[in-house]
Nanobody
Framework: QVQLVESGGGLVQAGGSLRLSCAAS????????MGWYRQAPGKQRELVAA???????NYADSVKGRFAISRDNAKNTVYLQMNSLKPEDTAVYSC?????????????WGQGTQVTVSS
């Protein structure tokens, strides 16, 4: 089946930047959206950013204007550029590829990567 491999996490000071990458093992004809969820200590999992097969994007209110999601179809890869990082962005970020625009029952998941932002 499809595997997703993500990279780019790490430690950064507040105000800094990171770029996450999520690469699929093969092209996915039935994938309708790709993006990232994150889960911070003591908080619920939340959608950070997503991009649909048609190129539409959406973002969590907390990251709008600071994060940007994009994709490279030739490489079967999606990217999340994270700028002006804040300590509250600290979380495990997990990329996904979804066969549906709503709900996660048809999603494939990456292994997760830690993002830590220090003050």
């Amino acid at each position: 089946q499809v595997q997703l491999v993500e990279s780019g996490g790490g430690l950064v000071q507040a105000g800094g930047s990171l770029r996450l990458s999520c690469a699929a093992s093969r092209s996915m004809i039935n994938i309708r959206a790709m993006g990232w969820y994150r889960q911070a200590p003591g908080k619920q999992r939340e959608l950070v950013a997503a991009i649909t097969s048609g190129g539409l994007t959406n973002y969590a209110d907390s990251v709008k204007g600071r994060f940007a999601i994009s994709r490279d179809n030739a490489k079967n890869t999606v990217y999340l550029q994270m700028n002006s990082l804040k300590p509250e962005d600290t979380a495990v970020y997990s990329c996904y590829a979804n066969t549906s625009l709503f709900g996660l029952s048809g999603a494939y998941w990456g292994q997760g990567t830690q993002v830590t932002v220090s003050s």
